[in-house]
């Protein structure tokens, strides 16, 4: 048995823990809000049998074994160094971290401290994502990837009437990019590395934080083009096009349906079955670490998360978006 707390009581923790507890060696132990009030009510929702308010009593706790971090993106490292530090695995919401400088400072404190840390990316857990990797092959040279996520944010409509939330607000290292560009970006890090250089471009809100965006980045015989946006709607899906053929996928965020278009004009579907919550893949990732001893996720690997992040950096130099959490862990 593992014994979780949580920080966040949002949907995606409530998410989460539905996912979670389909794998056995699962246990809700705790919960951590800063409000007592929102603790406990959110530990009647959930089952779970104690509760924190207090981040440093949450670490120093006997009876946790791992945690799972979903507050907003500029609180990731601090929690997680803090709980690594008292030796807690720790599984953190994507974007890992605010920047470069964050990641690396969480890396060194997993070796400091031999425990486990692992993006939460659901995307390259998913079976389908999986199915890609292992067809990729079929469709020849690849020449270039494109995926989009946008997603209209409900919370735009509040910032339009002059109201910023969380995912609008700086402070919070949001906006379009960290929020929704990383499902399009990390995938990209898992099926072909590092690239050679990008240019991005993004749609600057009043708040400082990005709407939407894009970025192209160079693989030398391949590119990618990657788009992003919480102020509009896409319905495209991804592909990965090849000299013999193109991968398509549904949702690059959750891939349910992917086929194979030949240049022949064959088709073939690749899909395979899900039958667990997108959630229960990375959780499952996440636990058979701690089980078997293991110190990094095969494919949500520190490397990949630290690459991931390198490209967001980098676009958000070139577009001029700056957070806060940028001038600590300096």
Same mark, same amino acid.
């Given at each position: 048995?593992?014994?979780?707390?949580?920080?966040?009581?949002?949907?995606?923790?409530?998410? @989460?823990?539905?996912?979670?507890?389909?794998?056995?060696?699962?246990?809700?132990?705790?919960?951590?809000?800063?409000?007592?009030?929102?603790?406990?009510?959110?530990?009647?929702?959930?089952?779970?049998?104690?509760?924190?308010?207090?981040?440093?009593?949450?670490?120093?706790?006997?009876?946790?074994?791992?945690?799972?971090?979903?507050?907003?993106?500029?609180? !990731?490292?601090?929690?997680?160094?803090?709980?690594?530090?008292?030796?807690?695995?720790?599984?953190?919401?994507?974007?890992?971290?605010?920047?470069?400088?964050?990641?690396?400072?969480?890396?060194?404190?997993?070796?400091?401290?031999?425990?486990?840390?692992?993006?939460?990316?659901?995307?390259?857990?998913?079976?389908?994502?999986?199915?890609?990797? !292992?067809?990729?092959?079929?469709?020849?040279?690849?020449?270039?990837?494109?995926?989009?996520?946008?997603?209209?944010?409900?919370?735009?409509?509040? @910032?339009?009437?002059?109201?910023?939330?969380?995912? @609008?607000?700086?402070?919070?290292?949001?906006?379009?990019? #960290?929020?929704?560009?990383?499902?399009?970006?990390?995938?990209?890090?898992?099926?072909?590395?590092?690239?050679?250089?990008?240019?991005?471009?993004?749609?600057?809100?009043?708040?400082?934080?990005?709407?939407?965006?894009?970025?192209?980045?160079?693989?030398?015989? #391949?590119?990618?083009?990657?788009?992003?946006?919480?102020?509009?709607?896409?319905?495209?899906?991804?592909?990965?096009?090849?000299?013999?053929?193109?991968?398509?996928?549904?949702?690059?965020?959750?891939?349910?349906?992917?086929?194979? !278009?030949?240049?022949?004009?064959?088709?073939?579907?690749?899909?395979?079955?899900?039958?667990?919550?997108?959630?229960?893949?990375?959780?499952?990732?996440? #636990?058979?670490?701690?089980?078997?001893?293991?110190?990094?996720?095969?494919?949500?690997?520190?490397?990949?998360?630290?690459?991931?992040?390198?490209?967001?950096?980098?676009?958000?130099?070139?577009?001029?978006?700056?957070?806060?959490?940028?001038?600590?862990?300096?």
């Amino acid at each position: 048995m593992i014994r979780f707390a949580t920080i966040g009581t949002n949907w995606i923790t409530e998410a @989460f823990i539905r996912a979670a507890k389909q794998v056995p060696s699962f246990h809700l132990q705790a919960v951590y809000s800063r409000q007592k009030e929102t603790a406990d009510a959110f530990a009647e929702k959930t089952g779970a049998t104690q509760t924190f308010t207090n981040l440093h009593e949450l670490a120093a706790s006997d009876d946790i074994d791992a945690v799972y971090i979903a507050s907003p993106n500029a609180f !990731h490292a601090e929690q997680a160094i803090v709980l690594m530090n008292h030796g807690k695995h720790v599984i953190c919401e994507k974007p890992l971290a605010s920047n470069v400088k964050e990641v690396k400072a969480m890396i060194e404190t997993v070796r400091k401290n031999d425990v486990v840390l692992m993006e939460a990316m659901k995307t390259t857990c998913l079976p389908n994502f999986q199915a890609i990797q !292992h067809h990729l092959p079929k469709i020849g040279r690849i020449r270039r990837y494109v995926a989009s996520y946008c997603q209209y944010s409900s919370r735009y409509d509040a @910032f339009k009437q002059g109201t910023i939330t969380n995912a @609008f607000h700086p402070a919070f290292s949001s906006g379009a990019l #960290m929020d929704l560009g990383v499902y399009c970006l990390y995938p990209l890090v898992v099926l072909f590395g590092e690239p050679k250089s990008i240019q991005a471009h993004s749609v600057r809100l009043s708040s400082g934080v990005d709407g939407e965006g894009s970025i192209i980045l160079d693989y030398g015989e #391949m590119d990618a083009v990657v788009m992003y946006s919480k102020i509009a709607n896409s319905y495209t899906p991804a592909e990965i096009q090849g000299e013999e053929g193109t991968i398509v996928i549904d949702t690059i965020h959750t891939p349910t349906r992917v086929h194979i !278009h030949y240049r022949d004009g064959r088709t073939e579907d690749i899909s395979v079955p899900q039958p667990h919550e997108p959630m229960y893949y990375e959780a499952l990732e996440f #636990m058979t670490l701690i089980e078997r001893g293991e110190k990094e996720s095969t494919i949500n690997s520190h490397a990949r998360s630290l690459v991931t992040m390198k490209i967001m950096e980098e676009a958000r130099k070139q577009t001029g978006i700056v957070f806060p959490a940028d001038e600590r862990f300096a």
